[in-house]
């Protein structure tokens, strides 16, 4: 089976920065991926152009075969690290929205998981706390039954006991036709349902590699493996 | 509650020991039928590949039989259980020997100390 | 895909362009009842400067309820498509031309539907106050000679007033059209700029505003490209028409060209832009 996800050459030019640079990397399926690099390393701009909100200077981009688009959107589940829903909509209004546009999205999932987590159906996303509002647009993206998930940052906001209920479902989601690719600064907190890490550093891939091998070759977890890569 | 893991040792062979030790403890028996993939990575917190690595390892060492209907079972063959248990506690004591060799008592000495534990428990 | 950005687009914004004309038919009413009554034509002092007051008033606040409207329109579009709700916009599994379009098609009528209202109201006070002060009945007047208004009107203008009215209408909504998209692809344009998106937008905006300012006066001294009947059209500066709507109708059928071109161009522009040229904060 082809990959998930190609990407060649990718450059993104702002002014004078480079922010990604001839950027290689291959997403296989079945996987869940740590995408780690420090602020500025390019994660967000590479993030941003595979769902097509950023256009690339140079290089391609192909997930399933095409490049960013209507077809790679409706495959594609994305979770910026943002508040990105009109916060004068209902919860229950957000939950049709995105059943409407989005054919994988399962509506009895997703309200499963408000009731989990104990987030009121009726209430309007602007009456939320900040951390409400973070869980209400993962169990959107968590409800869809999507190729790739890209989830930016998406237990930073959270409590301990909703991050353990969020890494619990990101398991139990788990396909081998979809891979999940996880953002974040948190790597202890996630580091063991990860199959493999990408370091990203000045723009490009500086690593790529399984979990366990970064452990039985260097003797460390990954938390601590980046601390030294990273170390400023 | 995830599983205890530690941080610089790869997973899947922690996962494999966790899960001979349920087998040797009895949260297993014999004959026993194991969840699924995903049911065990949800209860450890781990990567399913991951889980499902350690899972045929276990089977490669013959203490987990995969049924094509029935699933994963543990293996009937109580021998095989106990010489698991065995292989464990010996490898647990060599570590053990080790460490207190490096805080300097003897071969003797570990003995006689280790006596004294078991009497007052 | 279309139907459903329509409907949520719809759904979204009709509130406040809702409520400002609510406000307008308030006023309307207002206004309609006071000259219902004889309110005017008591002996107050400083009647007359209240009066004119009133007047000046209402042609206010009709005239910020319509730019009103279009501010709506324009805040929306931004909002919606280049802020953090962007990032929900542009990941839909729509094209670029659904999401233009849906957006468009909401604006477009909001115009419409306020245009009607400011006509309604206007309309509803003169007859009013005709009906007051002069005893003047227009609707029955204009229903009774109806038949002499209509030769009438074809006599000047050399269409019947049914087409005329068309030919209105038509122009009516490529001028709303326009304006809207001008607005579109000022915010398009003003992405461009690295910092101060929303001044670039307004800059380029201006320089849409100037330049097709120019292109339309330049075009109205040179009506003679669209009057094919006047024989006498290059050799002077004086033209002379059999009558109003040998002038006015290829004027009005010149400037509705004139406007599908280019919203024509202006869409294609902005539909490139979103397609293309995305570059979201």
Known sequence: MEALAEIRGLTKVYGNTLAVNNLNLVIPRGRIIGLLGPNGSGKTTLIKMINGLLTPTAGQILINGFAPGPETKARIAYLPERTYLQSGMKVSDLVDFFRDFYADFNRDKAFTMLSALNIPFTAQLKTLSKGTKEKVQLILVMSRDADLFILDEPIAGVDPAARDYILKTIITNYNENASILLSTHLISDIENILDEVIFIREGQVLTHMPVDQIREQYGQSVDAYFRGVFAC | ?121 | ?281
């Open chain 2, 1 to 121: 509650m995830a599983w205890n893991l530690s941080a610089d040792k790869p997973i899947y062979s922690q996962l494999v020991e966790i899960i001979q030790i349920q087998i040797i403890s009895g949260r297993y028996k014999a004959g026993d039928r194991l969840p699924s993939v995903r049911e065990l990575a949800a209860e450890a917190s781990v990567n399913p590949n991951t889980m499902q690595k350690a899972l045929a390892e276990l089977e490669r060492n013959a203490l987990i039989i995969t049924q094509r209907t029935s699933g994963r079972i543990v293996t009937e063959d109580t021998e095989l259980i106990q010489k698991t248990q065995s292989d464990l506690a010996n490898e647990y004591i060599r570590n053990f020997f080790h460490t207190m060799k490096e805080l300097g008592y003897s071969a003797e000495e570990i003995v006689s100390l280790v006596k004294e534990m078991a009497e007052k428990e």
């Open chain 3, 1 to 281: 895909m279309l139907k459903k950005l329509f409907k949520y687009e719809w759904k979204h914004f009709w509130k406040i362009p809702a409520s400002i004309n609510i406000f307008l038919g308030i006023i309307t009413f207002i206004g309609v009842i006071s000259l219902a009554s004889p309110f005017w034509s008591l002996d107050l002092a400083g009647i007359d400067i209240m009066l004119g007051l009133s007047i000046f008033f209402y042609v206010l606040a009709i005239a910020a309820g319509s730019i009103a409207v279009t501010v709506c329109v324009a805040v929306r579009y931004y909002k919606n498509v280049y802020t953090d709700e962007g990032y929900l916009t542009n990941t839909l599994p729509v094209t670029a031309r659904q999401i233009v379009i849906s957006k468009l098609s909401v604006g477009i009528l909001w115009s419409i539907i306020t245009g009607a209202v400011v006509c309604i109201s206007v309309m509803s006070l003169i007859y009013t106050a005709m009906l007051s002060y002069e005893d003047v009945d227009i609707i029955y007047e204009l229903l009774h000679e109806f038949p002499e208004i209509l030769i009438a009107f074809e006599e000047e203008m050399g269409i019947s007033l049914p087409l005329f009215l068309f030919i209105c209408l038509i122009q009516l909504l490529l001028n709303n059209t326009f304006s809207i998209l001008k607005i579109y692809t000022a915010i398009a344009l003003g992405q461009l700029f690295a910092r101060h998106k929303v001044a670039g937008a307004i800059i380029w905006y201006i320089g849409e505003y100037v330049v097709f300012e120019i292109i339309t006066s330049f075009m109205q001294r040179v009506p003679s490209m669209f009057n094919i009947f006047s024989p006498f059209a290059f050799s002077t500066g004086y033209y002379y028409y059999d009558s109003v709507g040998d002038y006015l109708v290829p004027s009005m059928l010149g400037s509705i060209a004139f406007s599908l071109i280019f919203s024509g161009a202006l869409y294609f522009l902005t539909e490139h832009m979103l397609k293309n040229r995305l570059n979201l904060d």
